[in-house]
């Protein structure tokens, strides 16, 4: 099986270097000291600063594994050739929201960027995916948990 494919914008590459940079840097070292502080206090059969400190490791540890994985794999865009034709990755999509009646900017990108709760959506999510390709003026209709949203493509931009 071949390895996924990350698209990412150059600034989600950049988030993603300072998070894995942080996390060998400070956050190991802050780990690497509670164990040392938890393992003082004995008996580790009921220590629980050791296990909880043990567990942080493991969690800190798959994620820069992850980031790695993440980075290695990162097919960054260049965002000046990103049309303003087509929704892609990378795109601000201004759409008018049927469900709401209301108009809302949705920022294109990979699934390693998302971050919905600052309108930030990854081209493999329902709405992204069905976006993604379309022009100005087109309605799309995505099928969500709640039901079917219809949007209509009000404006395509990039930074």
Known sequence: MSEKKYIMTYEGVKKLEEELEYLKTVKRKEITEKIKVALGYGDLSENSEYDEAKNEQAFVEGRIASLENMLKNASVIDE????????????????????????????????????PMNFRISNESPVGNALVGKKIGEVVEVSVPEGVNKFEILGIRRD
Not at 81 to 107: A, H, R, W
């Open 80 to 115: 000046s050739e990103i049309s303003t034709d087509t929704v892609s990755v990378g795109s601000i999509v201004k759409v008018k929201d049927y469900e709401f009646d209301e108009e809302v900017e949705y920022t294109i990108v990979g699934s390693a960027e998302a971050d």
